[in-house]
């Protein structure tokens, strides 16, 4: 038998000392125990014996001169006491019974009825139950601990996906309060309308959805990229339940399109340099025998045709120039420099054009100069570049271009709006290839150029767009 059954120490509490003997007795009988039994004979001195918690196994008889057992266990149940407590009776009492045990008690036993044969199984059993509940409970708050101290967002939602319980990460993921999470459904939250649907039919098809690359929406409306794991338990009962878990992959993500944009900067530029270097062999040829030919020749006509070949030969020399320059990366001279005035740059130079199509401008400012290590002149050109795209893409008299600036922990968040054509999914991806461009005559290299110069400055850029509606550029700086 368990140590824990032969040697318990139990307490009897019960105010006449004959009844105490009469259960000690039949408890000291159990055969192969040694358990310690000690009576106590006052209610108050129960109480602090309850509060101590130093025994194993508590018998507390019905009747307690002015206060009852029920009392008692009333007094437990309000303390969250965890030992075992079974009430003593001396006449069976059904009411009394179903209301012991609603009130924790783990057995009901009648004096007049009690037994060698029935003590030991009442201590067995409450002893057995006791061990079970406690390892119950330590389960509970071990797993509890775990929910609410993760830093993935774990929830749990009805079948319909509403939510039933959630942790606190979902606040620094998502913005929301646990409060507000409660009355939403997980649905809600995700971007697309056919990832929704997908999330339904997947759970109702195979119960479950492992490792799911997902974009989620916050409060403040931006998406953060997330892997979504759930699974649906079913139990048979009403109270089935879908439970999930939400990992961040934002930053990942921002860390693989970097990269991504980088190793294509990298493929251009190794491009460009052979294309140049194979062209410029031949062109220099070209240039040194036109210069030959032009001592020679003195005829005007011959003379008019030899100057079209140079100035063309200047042209393309000129040309690859400047895709070199755009395939390398910008060498930059940085130093303290205010942001608002790197703007106000920006706003002053492309005012007539705002004026001349007679577009709305709207700029935020902090109320804190914001300073970053900059090259003052090249990082004008770069932000130039997206507010000419933006004038270029809205139309004329209802066009509105927003530009706002912000603090946020130790970087200065420059953000760039239009309410232009807008940009499609397919197209957005490829926005910073080199000689990708949506403009009749334009070459592609504009934003490449942008996006060199602000790598330079180790800033980030993100874009979101909605055909017919506009497109957002949000570039990110590290503050000085």
């Given at each position: 038998m368990?140590?824990?059954?032969?040697?318990?120490k139990?307490?009897?509490?019960?105010?006449?000392?004959?009844?105490?003997?009469?259960?000690s007795?039949?408890?000291?009988?159990?055969?192969?125990n040694s358990?310690?039994?000690?009576?106590?004979?006052?209610?108050?001195?129960?109480?602090?014996?309850?509060?101590?918690?130093?025994?194993?196994?508590?018998?507390?008889?019905?009747?307690?001169?002015?206060?009852?057992?029920?009392?008692?266990?009333?007094?437990?149940?309000?303390?969250?006491?965890?030992?075992?407590?079974?009430?003593?009776?001396?006449?069976?009492?059904?009411?009394?019974?179903?209301?012991?045990?609603?009130?924790?008690?783990?057995?009901?036993?009648?004096?007049t009825?009690?037994?060698?044969?029935?003590?030991?199984?009442?201590?067995?059993?409450?002893l057995?139950?006791?061990?079970?509940l406690?390892?119950?409970?330590?389960?509970?708050?071990?797993?509890?601990?775990?929910?609410?101290k993760?830093?993935?967002?774990?929830?749990?939602?009805?079948?319909?996906?509403?939510?039933?319980?959630?942790?606190e990460?979902?606040?620094g993921?998502?913005?929301?309060?646990?409060?507000?999470v409660?009355?939403m459904?997980l649905?809600?939250?995700?971007?697309?309308?056919?990832?929704?649907?997908?999330?339904?039919?997947?759970?109702?098809?195979?119960?479950?959805?492992?490792?799911?690359?997902?974009?989620?929406?916050?409060?403040?409306?931006?998406?953060?990229?997330?892997?979504?794991?759930?699974?649906?338990?079913?139990s048979?009962?009403?109270?089935?339940?879908?439970?999930?878990i939400?990992?961040?992959?934002?930053n990942?993500?921002?860390?693989?399109?970097?990269?991504?944009?980088?190793?294509?900067?990298?493929a251009?530029?190794?491009?460009?340099?052979?294309?140049?270097?194979?062209?410029?062999n031949?062109?220099?040829?070209?240039t040194?025998?036109?210069?030959?030919?032009?001592?020679?020749?003195?005829?005007?006509g011959?003379?008019?045709?030899?100057?079209?070949?140079?100035?063309?030969?200047?042209?393309?020399?000129?040309?690859?120039?400047?895709?070199?320059?755009?395939?390398?990366?910008?060498?930059?001279?940085?130093?303290?420099q205010?942001?608002q005035?790197?703007?106000?740059?920006?706003?002053?130079?492309?005012?007539?054009?705002?004026?001349?199509?007679?577009?709305?401008?709207?700029?935020?400012?902090?109320?804190?100069?914001?300073?970053?290590?900059?090259?003052?002149?090249?990082?004008?050109?770069?932000?130039?570049?997206?507010?000419?795209?933006a004038?270029?893409?809205?139309?004329?008299?209802?066009?509105?271009?927003?530009?706002?600036?912000?603090?946020?922990?130790?970087?200065?968040?420059?953000?760039?709006?239009d309410?232009?054509?807008?940009?499609?999914?397919?197209?957005?991806?490829?926005?910073?290839?080199?000689?990708?461009?949506?403009?009749?005559?334009?070459m592609?290299?504009?934003?490449?150029?942008?996006l060199?110069?602000?790598?330079?400055?180790?800033?980030t850029?993100?874009?979101?767009?909605?055909?017919?509606?506009?497109?957002?550029?949000?570039?990110?700086?590290?503050?000085?």
């Amino acid at each position: 038998m368990n140590q824990l059954y032969t040697n318990a120490k139990i307490l009897i509490i019960d105010d006449d000392e004959d009844d105490f003997l009469i259960t000690s007795e039949y408890i000291q009988s159990i055969p192969g125990n040694s358990y310690t039994i000690s009576w106590c004979k006052n209610y108050n001195e129960a109480l602090k014996e309850l509060h101590s918690a130093q025994r194993d196994l508590y018998f507390v008889d019905y009747r307690l001169g002015a206060k009852s057992g029920v009392d008692f266990l009333k007094e437990a149940l309000k303390f969250n006491f965890e030992e075992p407590i079974v009430l003593l009776t001396g006449k069976g009492n059904y009411e009394v019974d179903i209301e012991a045990m609603q009130l924790g008690a783990v057995d009901y036993l009648v004096k007049t009825e009690l037994t060698v044969e029935k003590m030991e199984r009442c201590i067995r059993y409450a002893l057995e139950r006791s061990a079970s509940l406690k390892a119950l409970k330590a389960n509970e708050r071990k797993y509890r601990s775990i929910f609410e101290k993760s830093k993935d967002v774990v929830f749990v939602t009805d079948y319909s996906l509403n939510f039933k319980d959630v942790n606190e990460a979902v606040t620094g993921l998502l913005g929301y309060e646990k409060e507000e999470v409660m009355h939403m459904n997980l649905c809600t939250l995700i971007d697309q309308a056919q990832h929704r649907k997908f999330l339904q039919s997947a759970l109702e098809q195979r119960n479950e959805v492992n490792d799911w690359e997902v974009i989620l929406d916050t409060k403040d409306g931006e998406k953060k990229y997330c892997i979504l794991t759930v699974t649906l338990e079913d139990s048979g009962k009403e109270d089935g339940y879908v439970q999930g878990i939400i990992h961040d992959i934002t930053n990942l993500k921002k860390i693989e399109k970097a990269t991504l944009q980088g190793e294509k900067l990298a493929a251009a530029g190794r491009l460009v340099r052979t294309i140049a270097h194979e062209v410029r062999n031949p062109l220099n040829n070209i240039t040194l025998s036109i210069e030959q030919l032009q001592q020679d020749i003195k005829e005007d006509g011959p003379q008019l045709y030899m100057n079209i070949i140079q100035r063309n030969s200047k042209r393309i020399s000129d040309l690859i120039s400047e895709l070199l320059n755009t395939s390398r990366p910008s060498e930059n001279t940085l130093s303290k420099q205010i942001l608002q005035n790197i703007l106000d740059d920006v706003i002053a130079a492309s005012i007539d054009r705002l004026t001349l199509k007679h577009i709305k401008l709207q700029i935020s400012y902090p109320n804190d100069m914001l300073e970053i290590m900059a090259d003052r002149e090249k990082l004008k050109l770069a932000l130039l570049n997206i507010v000419i795209n933006a004038v270029e893409a809205m139309e004329e008299q209802t066009g509105q271009l927003s530009l706002s600036m912000q603090q946020l922990n130790n970087n200065a968040v420059v953000t760039i709006s239009d309410n232009g054509s807008g940009i499609s999914d397919e197209n957005i991806s490829r926005l910073f290839e080199p000689y990708f461009t949506q403009k009749r005559n334009g070459m592609g290299l504009g934003l490449t150029f942008t996006l060199n110069i602000l790598q330079a400055h180790r800033a980030t850029i993100e874009v979101s767009s909605q055909q017919g509606k506009g497109t957002t550029f949000t570039i990110t700086f590290p503050l000085a």
